[in-house]
């Protein structure tokens, strides 16, 4: 296989991937070139793959083809290939999800590190976080009896006993939680990174599940147990600004509260919103307009 030096399928970037690959086929032959890559694949810009691996183009179904043909694909790698421009350029979270599960589908047969699909899934299913959060003070004894029953029974609103064992087994495969000397399994302060893509993804899966939760808890938590507000404010691009960088110093100020809170009894989600409801383009072109009026 002319490819044969990068495989595709350690990637979850294709941008990255071409850039690889150009770089692995200039260093084999330096008459190679973006032009020469172009004409390959029917492009009549010379520098269309450049022009891709900057980000300053996107790709249609014909253009993938065009480039799985010039890059010599099997119809597996063409179909991996796909997926990846797929995962790159969909909008939505349900979206990227859905590619992000074909992907990792196609990668199993070539034993790829899976920490960037535990990490998704870490972050995918909202009580993950919570009974990583809970074990800091929970003693919890896999053996004892009905314990992943009594785990589950903990959340609010509850899990099943199989998704509190499958929660458990995957914190302990990404060294979150730990067995200590007695057995026990306990928080371990360990975290870890993916690349961008998956990190971006399983943070937005993440805050998504989070909110839900907010959703639910209007109804289902007692007042005197929650606290859910909100304001809509007018702001400048300043103001904007500001608020958020107090937002982020309020956060710090909670955690400093964490941290000295040394007899902890319950898990709880502390979430943060701040989004237009105003069409941005359209508000910057009113306020340009009337600027140039004064």
Request: charged share 30%; with cysteine; glycine share 4%.
């Amino acid at each position: 296989m002319e490819n044969k030096g990068v495989n595709i399928y350690i990637y979850l970037e294709y941008r990255k991937y071409l850039q690889d690959y150009y770089s692995f086929k200039k260093n084999a032959s330096k008459s190679f070139t973006y032009r020469k890559f172009s004409e390959s694949a029917g492009f009549s810009t010379p520098n269309f793959l450049q022009l891709l691996i900057q980000g300053k183009r996107n790709l249609r179904k014909s253009s993938i083809e065009k480039v799985s043909k010039a890059l010599h694909h099997s119809a597996e790698e063409a179909a991996y290939f796909e997926l990846l421009v797929n995962f790159d350029q969909v909008k939505t979270v349900a979206e990227k999800t859905r590619c992000f599960t074909a992907l990792s589908e196609l990668r199993k047969p070539y034993q790829i590190s899976r920490i960037s699909e535990l990490q998704f899934e870490h972050l995918r299913a909202w009580y993950h976080k919570a009974i990583r959060e809970l074990l800091g003070f929970y003693a919890f004894d896999e053996n004892e009896r009905y314990a992943y029953r009594k785990l589950a029974a903990l959340l609010s609103p509850p899990i099943t006993e199989s998704e509190a064992r499958n929660s458990v087994k995957l914190l302990i495969n990404l060294g979150l939680l730990k067995r200590n000397d007695s057995g026990k399994i306990i928080q371990a302060d360990r975290f870890i990174t993916t690349g961008d893509e998956v990190q971006d993804l399983s943070v937005r899966t993440f805050h998504q599940a989070m909110l839900d939760r907010a959703k639910e808890a209007v109804d289902r938590i007692p007042p005197e147990y929650r606290d859910i507000s909100s304001l809509s404010v007018t702001l400048s691009d300043n103001g904007f600004a500001m608020m958020k960088q107090e937002l982020q110093l309020f956060r710090k100020r909670l955690l400093e509260i964490v941290k000295i809170d040394s007899h902890p009894g319950n898990v709880y989600q502390v979430n943060f919103q701040m989004f237009p409801l105003t069409n941005l383009k359209k508000t910057r072109k009113i306020n340009r307009f009337d600027d140039e009026k004064k």
